[in-house]
T-cell receptor, first 117, second 113 residues
Framework: GESVGLHLPTLSVQEGDNSIINCAYSNSASDYFIWYKQESGKGPQFIID?????DKRQGQRVTVLLNKTVKHLSLQIAATQPGDSAVYFCAENIRYNSGGSNYKLTFGKGTLLTVNP | DADVTQTPRNRITKTGKRIMLECSQT?????MYWYRQDPGLGLRLIYY???????NKGEISDGYSVSRQAQAKFSLSLESAIPNQTALYFC????????????FGSGTQLSVL
């Protein structure tokens, strides 16, 4: 089954509220995690990443939290705006060639975020 | 984002036809990928290439083939299209050393009747 999954397939928030999108992963060997945003009719776009030696990383209005103990990843969006409406994917990188450049990037199924005005 | 360009944007074809989807990039990246997206299934890797002479199967390569004609070009072929290959196809690129950070094209919606 999916080693990367999402707790909620859909999330609806009011404009101005904070959004939290969750993701679970099962492989303790994963060392790198990424969030992508996909707007309707477009390809996914990189939002933010985090390495497994970090617990938190902040970007512009976004924060990613990593809890390795429970294998959980979350994306927090502050002051959510209508332009944030999209599908959000988490992805994990499982390195199977130590020191090499091979990898297997696995995407979750996505969460649809809808921002209500 | 025109850095990764996919053609065509939409294609309708019949079962048994040979189809080629094309991808070109101006990002100067060595690595290129083809993904397939189906509702509720997320993105699944079909093939990937780390340089011009390198081709690797992804998790769902059956029924597909690829050609890396140049650093900037990576095409995906369906030799004999079938209806369950109806999906949204994405090409992506990444830089060596930062290969998890993918840059995607706008996608090709393929419908096989």
């Amino acid at each position: 089954g999916e080693s990367v999954g999402l707790h909620l397939p859909t999330l609806s928030v009011q404009e101005g509220d904070n959004s939290i999108i969750n993701c679970a992963y099962s492989n303790s060997a994963s060392d790198y995690f990424i969030w992508y945003k996909q707007e309707s009719g477009k390809g996914p776009q990189f939002i933010i990443d985090i390495r497994s030696n970090m617990d938190k990383r902040q970007g512009q209005r976004v924060t990613v939290l990593l809890n390795k103990t429970v294998k959980h990843l979350s994306l927090q969006i502050a002051a959510t705006q209508p332009g944030d409406s999209a599908v959000y994917f988490c992805a994990e990188n499982i390195r199977y060639n130590s020191g090499g450049s091979n990898y297997k990037l696995t995407f979750g199924k996505g969460t649809l975020l809808t921002v209500n005005p | 984002d025109a850095d990764v360009t996919q053609t065509p944007r939409n294609r309708i074809t019949k079962t048994g036809k040979r189809i080629m989807l094309e991808c070109s990039q101006t990002k100067g990246h060595d690595r290129m990928y083809w993904y397939r997206q189906d509702p509720g299934l997320g993105l699944r890797l079909i093939y990937y290439s780390f340089d011009v002479k390198d081709i690797n199967k992804g998790e769902i390569s059956d029924g597909y083939s690829v050609s890396r004609q140049a650093q900037a070009k990576f095409s995906l072929s369906l030799e004999s299209a079938i209806p369950n290959q109806t999906a949204l196809y994405f090409c992506a690129t990444s830089a060596t050393g930062n290969s998890e950070k993918l840059f995607f094209g706008s996608g090709t919606q393929l419908s096989v009747l």
